[in-house]
């Protein structure tokens, strides 16, 4: 069994999320259980040895997530193409998990295919005109299509949350629901069992983020009480 195999077995995994505005490696609290380096914050994003040393140092020590997110799709700072993929490639060939657009998956799948077998792949809805559940129902075919581990919804409409979480019962893939607003959403994901739960503690990356402190909390509450187990 994989490492996320395990990880996953006991979801949400809590994954801290290091906005990387410098290339330095921090230590993350005990209560992180694997960590996001989201590399779209870095004003100058190259394929240079330094980055790679830094994605190195992050695998060696925490199960890793490597996101290079677009503007399009809630990133920090323009990003390269030809650069994303050579750090997505770099990544997966170290042991990272990629996260990868359902849109990009989609307009190049001759590109990203194998990249995003055993990845994750994730939509992220930002307009309150758009049903993120069917776009999601579609999404999930995409995402089997390809062999991904985890499929990712991220939405604004609140309207929508009750049916996303419905998806968590997918079976044959995981699936993690991260709602925007309110921060109580993203408690109830967490209780309902979230593949993947985002959290902050080097500074948010969105409104509604939850620290590691307050995430771990929630999961703990979701865990049956060890006097259940005492009873004859």
Known sequence: MSTWDKLLASRPVLVCVVPMRK???????ASCEAVELRLDYLDRLDFTQEIKELIEN???HYPTIITVRER???GNHGVDP?????????????GALLDIEVSLLMRKPDIYGDLAEGSIVSRHVFSKDVNSYELAIKDLDVARKFRALIYKVFSINDNDFINLLNLL???????AVIPRNPPMFRAVSIMMGSALMFCSTRG????????IGLCN????????????FDRE
């Not at 030809?82 to 170290?94: N, P, Q, S, T, V």
């Not at 019962?169 to 699936?175: S, T």
């Not at 909390?217 to 259940?228: C, D, F, G, I, N």
């Open 169 to 175: 019962n997918a079976g044959d893939i995981y699936v």
């Open 82 to 94: 030809e650069i994303k993929y050579k750090l997505f490639e770099f990544g997966k060939g170290i």
């Open 72 to 74: 399009d799709e809630g």
């Open 58 to 60: 992050y695998v060696s």
């Open 204 to 211: 948010k990356t969105g409104p509604g983020q939850l620290s």
């Open 217 to 228: 909390k929630v999961k703990m509450l979701k865990a049956p009480p060890l006097s259940m």
């Open 23 to 29: 290339p330095s490696f921090y230590y993350l609290p």
